[in-house]
């Protein structure tokens, strides 16, 4: 029997989905951080589960070609648990990312004819992107970033890929009070905002501030801890593939579900008949109807999904953007859409692995999947975003 500390020499295998490898050992799969595929390592077990390991890359015996330095010293084992993929080359990220993608496909969507999948790498470089970041304060009052799998806080000099003007804000130097939680943001339009929480769930401390964003010609007027794409550059990258891939027709109908502060609807809404933004959220709905008020086709319905889709009056829509929660959409919203027979569904996605779900089931309800762009919007860690047509067969 393995025990938590031991160390253990490994052949590294292929990239799996939450930013680790797989390996084996004695018939048992270890899912090894800080390796790259075909690497050759010694990995400290550190924690032991029924039927697998999780471990830490600490020794690299036989290096491969896309290792790197990682540009920040807070990066690797037993450190700060943002970055995934530090160690890896930019283009090395992006191909693992689309392998994590192909397998997901094949294996929970049920797909055996998979196109050549990319991971597009958006503007910018892998760093200095992040325009909303989470600090945790430590017990003496210092922020930093929780240790991987871990509630301890490892202070930190600055977040390498955090946007500029987040770096510049003096976060760091000050004393917070013990166990809260800060968020900062930097906006479109060159605003900064800085947000405290007694704990991470918590309500914020004092007022809430106010941060604009700018998109398609539009503007909105958020609260600085509500939703907006992390990445500068992705609202544009995303807007345009969902327009590209929907194709609207101007008579069409459209549903913008989980559609947050209508960013897709404001940009479908020039190209097609009446748009629907449905979203639980009363502040982002609020923040929609006040920035896309001349828009006169685009309505809000403030709500969960599957419940505003449980009625039936809402019965014919011709496209659907889908851009739900990390969970995905589940079984009676895909089962919902599926029934109005819309023209085409274009499903908006951060998790692959609920992506992945989803397309099953919309292949079980007679929809296939004829498009698929996926983009680097979270270099350096695992995670990316998917964007998928979905069609009647």
Known sequence: MTAPSESLELEVGAVAHGGFCVARHEGQAVFVRHALPGERVRAVVTERRKGFLRADAVEILL???????????????????????????????????????????????????????????????????????????????????????????????RCRIAHPAIQALPLLERQWPPGSVIEAAASSTGETAVLTRGS?????????????????????????????????????AFTGTVVEQLAPEPAERAWDLYGGAGVFAAALAPHCGPVTVVESDHRAVAAGRRALSGLTNVTFARGDVAQVLGNPRWRRVDLVVLDPPRSGAGRAVVEAIAARA??????????????????????????????????DSFPMTQHFETIGRLTPR
Request: net charge neutral; hydrophobic share 35%; glycine share 12%.
């Open 63 to 157: 290096p491969s070609p896309d290792r790197v330095i990682p540009p920040c010293p807070f990066a690797g084992p037993g450190a700060c648990g943002g970055c995934d993929w530090q160690h890896a080359s930019w283009d090395a990220q992006r191909r693992m990312k689309a392998d994590v993608l192909a397998e997901q496909l094949t294996r929970l969507g049920g797909l055996s004819d998979l196109p050549d999948i990319t991971v597009e790498a958006l503007p910018g470089g892998p760093l200095s992107w992040r325009t909303r970041v989470q600090y945790a304060v430590d017990g003496a009052g210092h922020a930093g970033f929780h240790r991987h799998r871990s509630s301890e806080v490892l202070p930190v000099d």
């Open 200 to 236: 991470r769930t918590g309500p914020p401390s004092g007022p809430v501030p106010k941060l604009r964003e700018r998109a398609g010609g539009h503007e909105w007027t958020l609260d600085a801890g509500g939703f907006w794409q992390v990445h500068p550059r992705a609202v544009e």
């Open 342 to 375: 819309p023209r085409a569904v274009s499903y908006v996605a951060c998790d692959p692995a609920a992506f992945a779900r989803d397309v099953r089931t919309f292949g079980e309800l007679g929809f296939d999947l004829t498009g698929l762009r996926a983009f």
